[in-house]
C-alpha cells in the first residue's frame, strides 16, 4: 500500500493497494441545464435562472488491468453526499433553494495512458440519491434549513470523458 497520485483519478492523493485497488476522495461540481419550462418562467418573469450540483465522497476502484498498463478498464463505487442548488435574481434580489442528501454511485471506464502518470478515457456513471433536507437563502427570504417531508429518490446517468495528470 503507498498514498500516491492515481494514474486513474484526477482528484488528488489516493491509496493505492497494489496495482489495482483505488481508494479515495473526490469532489464534483457542474453546472446543469434548468429545463425549457423554467428557462421560459425565468425569462418571462426577467429573472436570470441558474443551478449547479455538487458532490464529495469516498471511492472505491478495482483496475482489471495493472495501473501503469497502456490501456486500463476500471469498475468502481463511491458514497458521499450531494447539494444541487437552484438560484433566480432579478437584479435587486435573489434567492438559493439548495437540495441535500446522501449519493451512491457505480461506475465503469477505460483510461487510456498518454505519458507515466497521465491518460483520458471514457466512462459511464449511475448516481443513485436521496435529498433529505433543503435550505433556503436569498436577500427578501427568510431563510433556514429544513427536513423534507417527501424522500424520494433520484438517479443520474453520467457519460463522458475524464483526464488525469
Given at each position: 500500500?503507498?498514498?500516491?497520485?492515481?494514474p486513474q483519478s484526477g482528484s488528488g492523493p489516493d491509496l493505492v493497494i497494489g496495482r489495482r485497488v483505488i481508494v479515495g476522495f473526490n469532489v464534483a461540481v457542474g453546472l446543469i441545464s434548468l429545463g425549457d419550462g423554467l428557462d421560459a418562467s425565468c425569462r418571462k418573469a426577467s429573472m436570470s435562472c441558474g443551478g449547479a450540483i455538487v458532490n464529495a465522497g469516498a471511492h472505491l476502484e478495482v483496475l482489471l488491468r495493472p495501473a501503469g498498463s497502456p490501456v486500463v478498464p476500471w469498475i468502481g463505487v463511491e458514497a458521499g453526499y450531494e447539494v444541487l442548488a437552484l438560484s433566480a435574481s432579478d437584479g435587486t434580489s435573489n434567492a438559493t433553494v439548495s437540495y441535500l442528501g446522501n449519493e451512491f454511485e457505480i461506475r465503469a471506464g477505460v483510461d487510456f495512458q498518454f505519458r507515466e502518470q497521465g491518460g483520458w478515457g471514457p466512462f459511464i456513471v449511475y448516481q443513485l440519491g436521496r435529498y433529505t433536507s433543503q435550505d433556503v437563502t436569498g436577500s427578501s427570504t427568510v431563510g433556514g434549513?429544513?427536513?423534507?417531508?417527501?424522500?424520494?429518490?433520484?438517479?443520474?446517468l453520467l457519460v463522458g470523458l475524464r483526464g488525469r495528470l
Amino acid at each position: 500500500m503507498r498514498l500516491d497520485e492515481s494514474p486513474q483519478s484526477g482528484s488528488g492523493p489516493d491509496l493505492v493497494i497494489g496495482r489495482r485497488v483505488i481508494v479515495g476522495f473526490n469532489v464534483a461540481v457542474g453546472l446543469i441545464s434548468l429545463g425549457d419550462g423554467l428557462d421560459a418562467s425565468c425569462r418571462k418573469a426577467s429573472m436570470s435562472c441558474g443551478g449547479a450540483i455538487v458532490n464529495a465522497g469516498a471511492h472505491l476502484e478495482v483496475l482489471l488491468r495493472p495501473a501503469g498498463s497502456p490501456v486500463v478498464p476500471w469498475i468502481g463505487v463511491e458514497a458521499g453526499y450531494e447539494v444541487l442548488a437552484l438560484s433566480a435574481s432579478d437584479g435587486t434580489s435573489n434567492a438559493t433553494v439548495s437540495y441535500l442528501g446522501n449519493e451512491f454511485e457505480i461506475r465503469a471506464g477505460v483510461d487510456f495512458q498518454f505519458r507515466e502518470q497521465g491518460g483520458w478515457g471514457p466512462f459511464i456513471v449511475y448516481q443513485l440519491g436521496r435529498y433529505t433536507s433543503q435550505d433556503v437563502t436569498g436577500s427578501s427570504t427568510v431563510g433556514g434549513t429544513m427536513d423534507l417531508k417527501n424522500q424520494d429518490a433520484h438517479g443520474w446517468l453520467l457519460v463522458g470523458l475524464r483526464g488525469r495528470l
